[in-house]
């Protein structure tokens, strides 16, 4: 079992910023990407942002310049750092991981999703 627990969400004003964190725990041998995905109402959920254990990383278009992907492979988190946020953005958004477990099976998880709300 692993388990991702999320923080950082919350209320924010156009061109604000905030930092999600989202901490991988379990029986974790190894993780290959943690990413981010959002899902606003009535849309299917989207990938934000992903990040491979070399430091590949891929964004969609709508955050580029905007968001930056991080990770702290020692401590199994990823940071999403969100700039120069739009009412768009509004949004819940899951953190994902996938990987291998200490019994050498692979895992896909996700948080539970933390609320980000762009509003004046």
């Known amino acids: 079992q692993v388990q991702l627990v999320e923080s950082g969400g919350g209320l924010v004003q156009p061109g604000g910023s905030l930092r999600l964190s989202c901490a991988a725990s379990?029986?974790?041998?190894?993780?290959?990407?943690m990413g981010w995905y959002r899902q606003a109402p009535g849309k299917q959920r989207e990938l934000v942002a992903a990040m491979s254990s070399g430091g590949s990383t891929n964004y969609a278009d709508s955050v580029k310049g905007r968001f930056t992907i991080s990770r702290d492979n020692a401590k199994n988190t990823v940071y999403l750092q969100m700039n120069s946020l739009k009412p768009e953005d509004t949004a819940v958004y899951y953190c994902?991981?996938?990987?291998?477990?200490?019994?050498?099976?692979?895992?896909?998880?996700w948080g539970q999703g933390t609320q980000v709300t762009v509003s004046s």
């Open positions: 379990g029986s974790i041998f190894s993780i290959n990407v």
């Open positions: 994902n991981a996938g990987g291998w477990t200490l019994m050498r099976r692979p895992f896909d998880s």
